[in-house]
């Protein structure tokens, strides 16, 4: 079953007792359940005792904000601890997952370029939230390379030298990349409503085969971030890619920018993960300054 406080806190939020509860694949981060409740509602459960108490209700906004831009389905928050909750928890709507149909990969691609084009009011958002259990600061700001600079890599950066994870020659191009994003974050664009951790983990199939996303780590940034995500670690087919381009075409050079924007989640990689990661992180700012 559950813990007690995690079984009390559902209780008292949906007024239901958690008559069932089953163990669910939910990622590295928390623990994740499958749930029914006595009125036989079957739900989705994340908790993580000890989280930092923001976590979850920032979380319960961006799938509201995602949502908001009617272009793909996110699942319904159902209920979410409040920030002075004793235990952090977020009860959603339960994906039933099923095959993939025909038209999924253009309906993905086609999706993703209508929720970017939702926009958002400015760089950045009018709450932080996170990344993994990393904080992501989204202070405001109306030029796209400040944003990206003072709020995605430099804090990203200092947090990884100061725990020793980057050598000094990965350092100095890091440096020389944030002393030159001007020029390397291309033509002016307005701000997308982003995913923000768009890999192949958070897509997912729902009952009826048409695309889903979960656990977003939303900003209003460059449309081209969710998509450099994407192209990272797998999991999208090319033919994404495609629809979305003729959804919405990218601006030229994008395939030079793809190391700049695949910079941001290697750098979390990195520190979530340890070093492992760091020699991604020296080969893309290597491939931006040596280019």
């Known amino acids: ?10 209780r008292a939020a949906t007024g239901q007792a958690v008559a069932q509860a089953s163990a669910i694949g939910g990622g590295d981060i928390n623990e994740a359940r499958r749930v029914v409740l006595a009125d036989g509602r079957a739900l989705f459960l994340k ?6 108490p923001e976590m979850f209700p920032a979380e319960a906004r961006g799938l509201r904000w995602l949502a908001d831009a009617g272009a793909l389905r996110v699942p319904d928050v159902v ?3 409040s920030a002075t909750s004793s235990v952090g928890f977020l009860l959603l709507e339960l994906l039933e997952s099923a095959p ?12 993703l370029a209508a929720m970017h084009r939702a926009g958002a009011d400015t760089f950045g958002l009018d709450h932080d939230n996170f990344i993994g259990r990393l904080t992501q600061s989204n202070s405001q700001d109306a030029r796209w390379p400040t944003f990206y600079r003072d709020r995605r890599l430099a804090p990203q950066i200092a947090q990884a030298a100061a725990r020793g994870l980057l050598d000094d020659r990965t350092r100095r191009a890091l440096d ?7 020029g390397l974050c291309g033509p002016a664009e307005p701000p997308a409503r982003l995913h923000g951790d768009l890999w192949g983990g958070n897509l997912h199939v729902s009952a009826d085969g048409e695309p889903a996303l979960i656990d977003p780590a939303v900003y209003g940034g460059h449309r081209e ?3 450099a995500m994407m192209r990272l670690f797998g999991g999208f087919e090319d033919r ?3 629809a979305y381009a003729e959804s919405w075409p990218l601006a030229d050079g994008w395939r030079e920018r793809v190391p700049l924007y695949q910079l941001y989640p290697l750098l979390v990689h990195v520190n979530l993960f340890g070093g492992a990661y760091a020699g991604n992180v020296a080969r893309a700012a290597a491939a931006l300054i040596y280019r």
């Open 47 to 52: 908790f993580h005792p000890g989280c930092d």
């Open 176 to 182: 020389d990349v944030l002393g030159n994003l001007d």
């Open 240 to 242: 994404v890619f495609e």
């Open 100 to 111: 993939r149909t025909r038209g999924f990969d253009e309906a993905l691609g086609q999706g």
């Open 79 to 81: 209920a979410v601890s």
């Open 1 to 10: 079953m559950l813990p007690g406080d995690v079984d009390a806190a559902i």
């Open 225 to 227: 971030v969710d998509l």
